[in-house]
């Protein structure tokens, strides 16, 4: 496991379980929900059930918010390897722990603003148009998953450092 990129860390690791449940659940909500939407098109015709078109939306929203913490967990973000060619070992340690502290202010920033338009919407009367379900649900998906991604990120930081290398 030394090698691995997953973290070992019990917080992180029970984070990561429940995550993997939520994900299993939200996964398996939009199957359904888009299996119901075609029978219903196609065998229910003068209904054509609208609301699970939005349910849908809101539903894939939080897989893939949830998805990108679940990748976060592994650190299975894209990683150029041509670099590794051309930088010694110092420097590539230097390297991806600058990308990965420009990782956190990104994401920090990104969460900021995720948490304004959840407020802004959660004290605002703007709701979907069939579900009648106010839109911050939606938006909370986006303060979640990019919480849970600076979560693990911070875990995967602290570790690199504590290593001192880039393995």
Do not use: Q
């Given at each position: ?105 990104v994401l920090f920033i990104y969460f900021g ?11 605002s009367n703007k709701t979907a148009v069939y ?37």
């Open positions: 496991m030394e090698n691995s990129n997953e973290l070992t860390h019990p917080a992180a690791v029970m984070v990561n379980k429940i995550l993997t449940v939520c994900l299993i659940v939200v996964n398996t909500a939009v199957a359904l929900a888009l299996f119901w939407m075609v029978l219903s098109r196609h065998f229910l015709p003068g209904s054509p059930m609208l609301w699970i078109e939005e349910l849908v939306i809101l539903v894939a929203l939080w897989l893939y918010f949830l998805g990108g913490a679940a990748s976060s967990f592994h650190n299975g973000h894209i990683n150029g390897g041509f670099l590794d060619i051309w930088m010694g070992e110092k420097n590539r340690y230097r390297m991806k722990v600058a990308a990965m502290v420009l990782e956190l202010v603003l995720a948490v304004k338009y959840f407020i802004y919407l959660a004290n579900l009648r379900i106010n839109k911050s649900v939606w938006e909370l998906a986006a303060v979640v998953g990019l919480g849970l991604m600076i979560f693990f990120a911070i875990f995967h930081l602290v570790r690199l450092i504590r290593r001192g290398n880039i393995n």
